[in-house]
């Protein structure tokens, strides 16, 4: 079993910055790839960013490429996604992933692959 707790949404200001973080417990973390997805109300759950097991690999929703940027620390158990140029279509819930049994420089960008789940944490863009 995995848990994943997130951190960092609140609200900012359109063209700002936030930085979402991502603990994980309950597994090796170098053992699991990692992603984030969002999904507004009304909306289906989109994705925004996947990293490999070993950091090397990565990939980007159309949305986000360019403005986000998605990392990790092994040694703190931790998946980060810093988000820059916010715009007020950023507002959503943001979700942490994992998914195990995956090779060391394999990413998922669909939610289904995805095997553990976070509560989530809201971003508010304000324009």
């Known amino acids: 079993q995995v848990q994943l707790v997130e951190s960092g949404g609140g609200l900012a200001q359109a063209g700002g910055s936030l930085r979402l973080s991502c603990a994980a417990s309950?597994?090796?973390?170098?053992?699991?790839?990692m992603g984030w997805f969002r999904q507004a109300p009304g909306n289906e759950r989109e994705f925004v960013a996947a990293?490999?097991?070993?950091?090397?690999?990565?990939n980007y929703g159309d949305a986000v490429t360019g403005r986000f940027t998605i990392s990790r620390d092994n040694a703190k158990n931790t998946v980060y996604l810093q988000m820059n140029s916010l715009k007020s279509e950023d507002t959503a819930v943001y979700y942490c992933?994992?998914?195990?049994?995956?090779?060391?420089?394999?990413?998922?960008?669909?939610?289904?692959?995805?095997?553990?789940w976070g509560q989530g944490t809201q971003v508010t863009v304000s324009s």
């Open positions: 992933a994992a998914k195990i049994n995956v090779g060391y420089n394999i990413y998922a960008y669909v939610a289904p692959a995805y095997d553990y």
């Open positions: 309950g597994r090796a973390f170098s053992s699991l790839a």
């Open positions: 990293i490999s097991r070993s950091g090397d690999s990565s």
